[in-house]
């Protein structure tokens, strides 16, 4: 599924900043310039990346001028220390709107990724891994990607 500028994909993400930064709590974001500055986001460990769009969307609606490049496509295996999205903008900008991207990158991404090692496992055997597609409400948008 294609949810790169979706609907329900604006919607979800203008809660999830709102949650994360529209409370008025203080964070460090704050205390940095409003200069332009570049960021690398890189993997912690082998996965298989499922959410540019979702960061994209992220990092647009929380300052229009932040530049999200994407270094991996969608679904691909990436090995650790792997570069996978450069950003660019306003320091604060981007700091404020990284750790919601981050946790869109790491729920995707293990949705992804968990059930692709399963499948690496059994195949010497006969076996089919079945799945009850379960779903958290509200992020089912994201979360069904066939």
């Known amino acids: 599924m294609n949810y790169a500028e979706t609907k329900e994909l604006k919607i979800i993400v203008k809660k999830a900043l709102a949650e994360d930064i ?3 709590i203080l964070q460090l974001s704050y205390l940095y310039p409003k200069d332009p500055r570049s960021k690398q986001l890189s993997c912690q ?3 298989n990346c499922l959410w540019s769009a979702v960061a994209k969307q992220v990092f647009k609606q929380l300052d ?4 999200f490049t994407a270094l991996i496509n969608e679904g691909a ?3 650790k220390n792997d ?4 950003i660019s ?5 981007i700091l404020s709107a990284e750790r919601v991207a981050l946790n869109f990158l ?8 968990k059930p692709k090692l399963f499948v690496e496992a059994i195949q010497p055997y006969k076996t089919k891994i079945l799945d009850t597609r379960k779903t958290i409400p509200g992020l089912r948008a994201l979360e069904n990607t066939q």
């Open 22 to 24: 529209g409370l008025g």
């Open 45 to 47: 460990r082998r996965s």
């Open 64 to 67: 229009k001028n932040i530049s």
């Open 77 to 79: 295996a990436a090995k």
């Open 83 to 86: 570069v996978i999205a450069k």
């Open 89 to 93: 903008g306003k320091t604060r900008s």
């Open 106 to 113: 790491g729920f995707l991404s293990g949705i992804a990724t």
